[in-house]
């Protein structure tokens, strides 16, 4: 992290509520986006509350839709977010930890406000039951997610500079959403949400109506199964760029480290995409995201 300023050291000695919020945003991610979490901790000390802020906001803005029951109370809590952003914050700002180490952190290494706020618009989405049009919108949505979030975590990294290595966290960003959308199949397909494209599933003759009811069969297999391909398909173009991504950054970049493993869960015997929870061992996440740290060195 940048050396303190004088105004740092004024902050820290008023007794500045900012180091809680960055504990907050800690435990947040270690509990609830556990992946992320073990990263982090391949990350220099000095930068892992920014990263921890970074992915903390990233699950805020995802539970959105679980906090509320209609879509137009999630678009005002998204709306509060990207006002805070555009520089538009009420006074509940600095009293919500997130928010409070997110502005810390945009402030201490210049961080571009147009992911962040991208991040929030594509979330919208998340508030409504309509069907994900094609795979080039899926592609965008995980961009405009996933990826940016990896971009941004390699600018702190890079303790405020452009790092390079942008289409690398595209792919990267993209392989690893499309891996987590459908290991939460189960989840969405109860609550009325499909985010496999439509033009996809058209492929294998089945409807979004279909997946809601319990009732994709063969086709949706299909449909997964080539899903699991593409994925595939962005970790190997990310494996191609490689040499683009600077050994410094490579923290921001250890989720796509488990890819793989998530799929090949999907692949075993038996796989019932309505009933199958994809996950692995604590040991096993660990061990796989320890490869992909070695192999970057």
Request: with cysteine.
């Amino acid at each position: 992290m940048p050396q303190a300023t004088e105004t740092d050291r004024r902050s820290e000695a008023a007794g500045s509520p900012l180091p809680q919020a960055y504990a907050h945003c800690a435990t947040l991610v270690r509990e609830q986006d556990h992946d992320r979490y073990i990263t982090c901790l391949y990350a220099p000390e000095a930068q892992r509350p920014a990263l921890f802020a970074l992915y903390a906001f990233s699950h805020e803005i995802a539970r959105v839709r679980a906090l509320v029951s209609e879509p137009l109370p999630g678009e005002v809590r998204l709306q509060w977010w990207r006002d805070l952003l555009e520089g538009q914050p009420d006074g509940e700002a600095q009293a919500h930890p997130v928010a409070a180490a997110l502005l810390d952190t945009i402030a201490r290494y210049n961080l571009p406000i147009a992911p962040l706020t991208g991040l929030i618009e594509a979330r919208i989405f998340d508030l409504y039951d309509d069907p994900m049009p094609s795979l080039r919108d899926l592609e965008g949505y995980a961009g405009e997610t996933s990826s940016a979030l990896i971009r941004l975590a390699s600018i702190v990294l890079a303790e405020g500079r452009d790092p390079g290595g942008a289409a690398a966290a595209g792919y990267a960003g993209v392989a690893y959403a499309f891996t987590g959308l459908m290991r939460a199949f189960p989840w969405h397909a109860a609550e009325g949400q499909v985010y496999l494209p439509a033009d996809l599933l058209a492929r294998s003759g089945v409807t979004r109506d279909d997946i809601v009811r319990g009732r994709g069969g063969p086709g949706l297999l299909y449909s997964l199964k080539e899903m699991r391909e593409i994925a595939r398909g962005h970790l190997q173009k990310l494996r191609d760029l490689r040499g683009t991504i600077p050994a410094a950054v490579m923290p921001a970049f250890l989720p796509a480290g488990l890819v793989e493993p998530y799929l090949r869960r999907m692949e075993v015997a038996g796989y019932d995409p309505y009933r199958t929870i994809i996950t692995l061992p604590a040991w096993r996440r660990q061990w796989a995201i320890w490869r992909a740290a070695r192999r970057a060195v």
